[in-house]
């Protein structure tokens, strides 16, 4: 793979961090959950952790559908 066709690949990839902050009791038992970008704009909640993947999964098709208009990885 040549230089400039690996830069390439690399300019369409982004890093975007996202935080999950957990509240959880004593016995150690989740209350609720909330993933929430670096700016602390939240991404979206939880109760379980069996509906983390799907908070994942809306967020990734909103970037994504974002990414299509405009660049909105700064928004998080």
Known sequence: MSK??????????????LL??????????????MVVGLRGKEVGKFRQLTELPT???DWLTDWTQGQESADTSEQY
């Open 4 to 17: 400039t066709t690996e830069a390439n690949q690399l300019g369409s990839k982004h890093y975007v961090t």
């Open 55 to 57: 908070v994942m999964a």
């Open 20 to 33: 999950v902050r957990l509240l959880i009791d004593q016995q150690g038992q989740l209350q609720h959950g």
